[in-house]
């Protein structure tokens, strides 16, 4: 009962959520990183050959960043909020990829699930330690 009540306190909350923030961070890092990835195709000589090893980097480093920003702001369960932040992004992807684009992804989604809740914990593990 009382981990309900924790749960729906934090939702409540709205933007200073660790729920909200770490999507946001998430998306927003995604976001950024692929339009100047973009850029970088468009003006230099980047080639697409390049372009999975990126986007994987891309990946990885939201997030992190925004596991680190979900347990910072938390301030507790640092490894819990990331992780769900990894979860949620992560089954986000996998429906887009397969409702939109009928196309199946380059690695198994299960592995890429597993992978960006580890990945998001890890900052979520992070951020709760950086929290005075």
């Not at 819990?80 to 932040?85: A, C, I, M």
């Not at 949620?88 to 699930?113: E, R």
Request: charge should be positive; include cysteine.
């Amino acid at each position: 009962m009382q981990e309900k009540e924790f749960f729906l306190g934090s939702v409540q909350r709205g933007w200073r959520s660790p729920w909200v923030a770490g999507q946001i961070s998430i998306w927003g890092v995604v976001l950024v990183c692929s339009f100047i990835t973009a850029l970088m195709m468009k003006f230099t000589s980047l080639g697409s050959s390049q372009l999975p090893a990126i986007s994987y980097a891309i990946n990885a480093l939201a997030l992190l960043l925004g596991g680190f920003i979900s347990g910072r702001k938390a301030g507790q369960r640092g490894w819990y909020y990331g992780g769900l932040q990894g979860l949620i992004y992560a089954v986000i992807l996998v429906l887009i990829s397969f409702l939109a684009y009928d196309s199946p992804m380059m690695i198994n989604p299960l592995v890429f699930v597993i992978c960006a809740f580890f990945a998001s914990a890890l900052g979520g593990i992070f951020g709760v330690n950086t929290k005075k």
